[in-house]
């Protein structure tokens, strides 16, 4: 079996099939793996620190506590609700302190260093312009100031000897009524530093399909979509988002499990809506972490990546937010090697994935992939590194 087609079964990690698969990978193998990432809120991974300077820079008073250490704690505790509206509710003190250009530069410059220095190589990073305008600054105000500190943390990071390529999604939320300017504003950035049009916020009662205009527009435009859909709502989120909408990637679309039954044998059986998911390949944006704390998933080990993976769905690993989850791309494949005996060809497997779902011209993935993704985990193969 090559990396490329994914694991047998949702365990298949646990079985030794050669060298640097099978086994669990220790974390410091893990973090200096190649890493792919394809859905992180630049609002959901400041740095608790970050958040007291700019508080106090800005005059926001209302955090819990301005010890960094305590508020980092608080973020992940607070998040930690399994409920999505509640989770939804930390980012009233992230989005406060980014309402400057300074205050987003910053968070874009340091979201960029973070992210490299954890060993990701690419990763696209999604903000909502509407939400950062609360003091003036007008949306395209707010897309220069975050595309400006993503150029600089590339910079910092590359002379650091951490290389990285970050490109940003517009977000429109799908509780307001801008959609449509933030798609045009996506094509308009679309040579800038932008690839992908992207929609969020609660899903009960917001279907994706209220948005049409937009994804119409984006559609005729020839950009990149993708929609927030199947992680607190379920299939009908999903089914609007790639039939009527055209996503071409499914963020979060963890429920999709919800189309797959047991036969009388006990193996699974995929509905309709699952099979098409796979037989066209759809992307799901998977964030273990945060599943869990939404309620979407009741822990790691009983994840759907695991049954998903195990059926060759696109699998993606992701972290979603990286303060409210108190995570990283190498705390989330090290969980999922833990839970499920995913050795380093499994997370080849799920970067590679990745990297091929990406929002970049072809060309670009596939120079990605030869030349950083595969050497990187076949140095580490042929370590021996544990």
């Given at each position: 079996m090559s990396i490329e087609s994914g694991p047998v079964h949702a365990g298949a990690g646990r079985r030794d099939r050669g060298s640097g698969a099978g086994?669990?990978?220790?974390?410091?193998?893990?973090r200096r793996a190649p890493?792919?990432?394809?859905?992180?809120?630049?609002?959901?991974?400041?740095?608790?620190?970050?958040?007291?300077?700019?508080?106090?820079?800005?005059?926001?008073?209302?955090l819990p506590t301005t010890d960094a250490s305590a508020l980092g704690e608080w973020f992940t505790a607070a998040a930690d609700s399994g409920s999505l509206v509640r989770y939804l509710e930390t980012f009233e003190h992230t989005l406060a302190v980014m309402q400057t250009p300074e205050g987003l530069h910053r968070v874009a410059r340091e979201c960029a260093e973070d992210l490299a220095a954890d060993g990701v190589?690419?990763?696209?990073?999604?903000?909502?312009?509407?939400?950062?305008?609360?003091r003036g600054l007008s949306l395209r105000e707010v897309i220069d100031a975050v595309l400006g500190g993503f150029?600089?943390?590339?910079?910092?990071?590359?002379?650091?000897?951490?290389?990285?390529r970050v490109r940003a999604l517009l977000?429109?939320?799908?509780?307001?009524?801008r959609s449509r300017e933030i798609a045009e504003l996506t094509v308009a950035y679309r040579d800038r530093g932008v690839v992908g049009f992207d929609i969020a916020g609660a899903e009960a009662g917001y279907p994706p399909s209220r948005h049409l205009d937009a994804f119409?527009?984006?559609?005729?435009?020839?950009?990149?979509?993708?929609?927030?859909?199947?992680?607190?709502?379920?299939?009908?989120?999903?089914?609007?988002?790639?039939?009527?909408?055209?996503?071409?990637?499914?963020?979060h679309g963890v429920r999709i499990v919800d189309d797959i039954r047991r036969g009388p044998d006990g193996a699974p059986e995929l509905g309709r809506l699952a099979s098409y998911v796979r037989d066209l390949r759809i992307p799901l944006e998977l964030?273990?972490?945060?599943?869990?704390?939404?309620?979407?998933?009741?822990?790691?080990?009983?994840?759907?990546?695991?049954?998903?993976?195990?059926?060759?769905?696109?699998?993606?690993?992701?972290?979603?937010?990286?303060?409210?989850?108190?995570?990283?791309?190498?705390?989330?494949l090290v969980l999922l090697s833990e839970a499920f005996g995913w050795g380093l060809r499994e997370l080849q497997w799920v970067t590679v994935n990745a990297m091929k779902s990406a929002f970049l011209p072809f060309d670009e993935r596939l120079a990605l992939i030869e030349?950083?993704?595969?050497?990187?985990?076949a140095a580490l193969e042929a370590a021996a590194a544990y």
């Open positions: 086994s669990r990978v220790p974390e410091h193998v893990v890493k792919v990432l394809l859905h992180d809120h630049l609002d959901g991974g400041l740095r608790p620190e970050t958040i007291v300077d700019l508080a106090a820079t800005c005059g926001y008073d209302g190589v690419y990763a696209e990073v999604r903000f909502a312009p509407e939400l950062h305008v609360t150029a600089e943390g590339e910079a910092l990071a590359a002379g650091a000897g951490h290389r990285i977000t429109a939320m799908r509780t307001a009524a119409e527009y984006l559609r005729g435009e020839c950009m990149h979509i993708t929609i927030h859909a199947g992680e607190a709502f379920g299939l009908p989120s999903i089914r609007e988002a790639i039939a009527f909408c055209g996503c071409e990637r499914l963020g964030c273990p972490s945060s599943n869990v704390q939404t309620g979407a998933a009741a822990s790691i080990a009983e994840h759907p990546i695991g049954l998903l993976a195990d059926l060759r769905f696109r699998v993606t690993v992701n972290t979603d937010n990286r303060l409210m989850s108190g995570t990283s791309m190498t705390r989330e030349d950083v993704v595969k050497p990187g985990y």
